[in-house]
């Protein structure tokens, strides 16, 4: 069922219509990746891998967070998961594990 104001298209063939609707698109996204060249191209480790490369894709100004920053050229065209081209800023940070602290009382 078309909503309100959803657009009917003809499909070619079969005289059918289907809905096109528009995607899901963000000013701004916040990645944390694991490292990044200096033309911006994002490398992922882990569970990171699983939304930052579509948050980066579907973002019109996209800042990655990056524990290391490598020469141009460092990484296999294989090994890049966020092209630079989709990556407004990198900053490099340190990250702190913030998982267990002990506390001791006197």
Do not use: C
């Not at 996209?62 to 090994?79: K, N, R, S, Y």
């Amino acid at each position: 069922p078309a909503g309100k104001g959803d657009v009917a298209m003809p499909a070619p063939g079969p005289k059918r219509e289907y809905v096109m609707e528009t995607g899901l698109f963000g000013d701004l996204a916040l990645v944390k990746a694991w490292k990044a060249d200096e033309f911006g191209n994002l490398v992922y480790r882990k569970t990171a891998r699983n939304f930052n490369p579509m948050m980066a894709t579907a973002a019109r100004v996209v800042l990655a967070e990056v524990e290391e920053i490598v020469p141009t050229g460092t990484f296999e065209p294989d090994q890049i998961h966020t092209p630079g081209s989709f990556v407004h800023r990198v900053v490099q940070t340190t990250s702190v594990k913030r998982i267990e602290q002990r506390t001791v009382r006197a």
